[in-house]
C-alpha cells in the first residue's frame, strides 16, 4: 500500500514538474501580434515601422532595422520601445522609394530570452 501510494506521489510531482517547465518555455519568448506596415503589404513609403508583441520587451536589447532589396540599411534613426506601450516597437524611416524593403527585429523579453526575424513589405 506504501509503495503504491510512494508511486502515485512521484507521478504527481513529475507530471506537476514537467506541466510547470513546459509552461515556462511557452511564455519565455515573445512574437510579432501586430506589424505596421505588415508582412506583404503594398504602401505608400511609411513614416515608420512598428511591431507590437505578445510581451513586454527589454529595451536595451531589442531592435528594428530596415533594408533595401540591395540589402543595404536606409533607416538613420535608432528604434524605441514604446515607453508607455512596452509590448511594442518602433523606427522612423525617411522617405522611402518604390521598391521592396525588409524589417528585421530582435526582440528580448523581460526574462531575457532572445527572437528574432524578418518581414518584408513593398512600397508603391
Known amino acids: ?6 508511486s502515485l506521489a512521484w507521478k504527481t510531482v513529475c507530471g506537476l514538474g514537467l506541466t510547470l517547465a513546459l509552461s515556462g518555455i511557452a511564455f519565455a519568448h515573445v512574437f510579432p501580434r501586430n506589424q505596421v506596415p505588415g508582412a506583404g503589404a ?20 531589442s531592435s528594428l532595422t530596415v533594408t533595401d532589396a540591395g540589402e543595404k540599411q536606409v533607416n538613420t534613426a535608432r528604434s524605441a520601445v514604446d515607453a508607455q506601450d512596452h509590448d511594442a516597437i518602433s523606427l522612423a524611416l525617411p522617405a522611402l522609394q518604390s521598391g521592396r524593403y525588409t524589417v528585421h527585429w530582435v526582440a528580448v523579453a523581460s526574462d531575457g530570452h532572445r527572437t528574432h526575424g524578418d518581414y518584408s513589405f513593398e512600397v508603391k
Not at 1 to 6: E, F, G, T, W
Not at 42 to 61: K, M, Q, T
Open 1 to 6: 500500500m506504501i509503495s503504491r501510494l510512494a
Open 42 to 61: 503594398s504602401v505608400a513609403s511609411p513614416p515608420e515601422v512598428r511591431i507590437v508583441f505578445d510581451g513586454p520587451l527589454e529595451p536595451a536589447f
